[in-house]
């Protein structure tokens, strides 16, 4: 077989391959030769049509024989050579820029929108090479460019999410990225699943996770089953209805498969938006809503505040008990420092004085412990004896 001036078989096994496949062209064209032989000698019709159905024949293993060429010679060359940033930049045509009269010059999401159309898809067999090379290689190129290739579906589903969040599209595409660059991470070429469908369950996930986190102020849903709620409980709630059903908090935890009690804070939540406890009641008033709350039991600062006290006092009584005598010391542990404090007549029958004189001593005792207190601690008069 003569070969073509500057074709160079890429491997043996393929040119073993293009001998096979030229050798069974050849064979057909000899057929087709003897064929119109055939046609002249008898000028037949049904010759004829036979000889029209083998050139048709012909030409469609021509066609396949080409394109399973091509398909071969490509991956052939696709092994041997390793994909770089440039193989996948695409040429983009440049934008009219907006008129020099105009606020903004251009708009940020149609500059991201070209900027990232410069990038072209990825086939699956790029997929899977790329895919290896993260996973045992980490090659950060391999990375970059699976991630830029697929930075269009990032913004198809947040254009879905949009209708929910109503604000900035931009937050959204940022979070998708991320979930995108988790994605690229965790991709496992070997499994046999295309990455945008596995990508896109880490984008969603993110996007969903950065609504719940800046819907309001407060977070209205932190565990699983308040994540469920929030985006299925008025979607389930218009299902009922459209059924003829009551929407009543027992059915839908039914259907939700989640508690009665985490169905009616949910609908609390979602029908109730946050209000301020510094905000006037009226717009002509300086009444503020925190004036009007109730608050019974003591607040986090005076507890601290409270036990503070506490520590102090207790460090003062045992320095004001190193000043007294042992008498003196013990009625204040018996009498004055004791949950169960003795009678003026056990103590008078220990040390054989009577009560009264007990009860001397120990208004002498509490007269200096307030006079030792108000001399170390000038503030003392201040504080709430009675607690």
Same mark, same amino acid.
């Given at each position: 077989?003569?070969?073509?001036?500057?074709?160079?078989?890429?491997?043996?096994?393929?040119?073993?391959?293009?001998?096979?496949?030229?050798?069974?062209?050849?064979?057909?064209?000899?057929?087709?030769?003897?064929?119109?032989?055939?046609?002249?000698?008898?000028?037949?019709?049904?010759?004829?049509?036979?000889?029209?159905?083998?050139?048709?024949?012909?030409?469609?293993?021509?066609?396949?024989?080409?394109?399973?060429?091509?398909?071969?010679?490509?991956?052939?060359?696709?092994?041997?050579?390793?994909?770089?940033?440039?193989?996948?930049?695409?040429?983009?045509?440049?934008?009219?820029?907006?008129?020099?009269?105009?606020?903004?010059?251009?708009?940020?999401?149609?500059?991201?929108?070209?900027?990232?159309?410069?990038?072209?898809?990825?086939?699956?067999?790029?997929?899977?090479?790329?895919?290896?090379?993260?996973?045992?290689?980490?090659?950060?190129?391999?990375?970059?460019?699976? !991630?830029?290739?697929?930075?269009?579906?990032?913004?198809?589903?947040?254009?879905?999410?949009?209708?929910?969040?109503?604000?900035?599209?931009?937050?959204?595409?940022?979070?998708?990225?991320?979930?995108?660059?988790?994605?690229?991470?965790?991709?496992?070429?070997?499994?046999?699943?295309?990455?945008?469908?596995?990508?896109?369950?880490?984008?969603?996930?993110?996007?969903?996770?950065?609504?719940?986190?800046?819907?309001?102020?407060?977070?209205?849903? !932190?565990?699983?089953?308040?994540?469920?709620?929030?985006?299925?409980?008025?979607?389930?709630?218009?299902?009922?209805?459209?059924?003829?059903?009551?929407?009543?908090?027992?059915?839908?935890?039914?259907?939700?498969?989640?508690?009665?009690?985490?169905?009616?804070?949910?609908?609390?939540?979602?029908?109730?938006?946050?209000?301020?406890?510094?905000?006037?009641?009226?717009?002509?008033?300086?009444?503020?809503?925190?004036?009007?709350?109730?608050?019974?039991?003591? !607040?986090?600062?005076?507890?601290?505040?409270?036990?503070?006290?506490?520590?102090?006092?207790?460090?003062?009584?045992?320095?004001?008990?190193?000043?007294?005598?042992?008498?003196?010391?013990?009625?204040?542990?018996?009498?004055?420092?004791?949950?169960?404090?003795?009678?003026?007549?056990?103590?008078?029958?220990?040390?054989?004085?009577?009560?009264?004189?007990?009860?001397?001593?120990?208004?002498?005792?509490?007269?200096?412990?307030?006079?030792?207190?108000?001399?170390?601690?000038?503030?003392?008069?201040?504080?709430?004896?009675?607690?």
């Amino acid at each position: 077989m003569v070969r073509p001036t500057g074709f160079e078989p890429v491997a043996y096994g393929l040119e073993v391959r293009c001998s096979i496949q030229l050798s069974y062209g050849r064979k057909q064209m000899n057929l087709l030769s003897n064929s119109f032989k055939i046609v002249h000698k008898k000028n037949h019709l049904g010759a004829l049509l036979k000889f029209c159905k083998k050139i048709i024949t012909f030409i469609h293993i021509v066609i396949v024989l080409y394109y399973r060429f091509k398909k071969q010679l490509k991956a052939h060359l696709m092994a041997k050579k390793k994909l770089s940033r440039k193989d996948f930049l695409v040429p983009v045509k440049k934008t009219k820029t907006s008129s020099s009269k105009a606020l903004v010059k251009s708009d940020p999401i149609q500059s991201y929108l070209n900027e990232i159309s410069r990038h072209r898809l990825l086939t699956r067999e790029e997929e899977v090479e790329l895919g290896k090379r993260i996973q045992e290689d980490g090659d950060q190129d391999a990375a970059y460019i699976m !991630t830029t290739s697929n930075l269009r579906l990032v913004v198809k589903i947040a254009l879905d999410f949009q209708r929910i969040w109503m604000q900035n599209l931009l937050d959204l595409i940022q979070e998708g990225n991320i979930g995108l660059v988790r994605a690229v991470k965790k991709f496992d070429p070997y499994k046999n699943v295309k990455f945008s469908y596995y990508s896109s369950f880490w984008i969603k996930a993110y996007i969903l996770k950065f609504i719940m986190d800046n819907w309001r102020m407060v977070k209205i849903g !932190t565990t699983q089953g308040q994540r469920k709620l929030f985006f299925r409980l008025k979607k389930e709630k218009r299902r009922l209805i459209e059924q003829g059903f009551d929407p009543k908090p027992k059915l839908l935890s039914e259907q939700l498969g989640v508690s009665e009690k985490e169905v009616i804070d949910m609908d609390q939540r979602l029908a109730n938006w946050d209000l301020s406890l510094d905000e006037p009641l009226k717009s002509d008033s300086n009444t503020e809503r925190i004036e009007f709350i109730n608050v019974e039991a003591d !607040t986090s600062e005076d507890l601290v505040a409270q036990k503070e006290i506490e520590d102090i006092l207790h460090t003062k009584v045992e320095e004001f008990k190193k000043t007294l005598n042992d008498r003196e010391l013990d009625i204040f542990d018996r009498r004055i420092f004791s949950d169960s404090p003795e009678t003026l007549q056990q103590i008078g029958e220990i040390y054989s004085i009577s009560r009264e004189r007990v009860r001397q001593i120990e208004n002498n005792i509490l007269k200096k412990m307030k006079a030792y207190f108000k001399k170390d601690m000038p503030d003392f008069d201040m504080y709430d004896h009675t607690q």
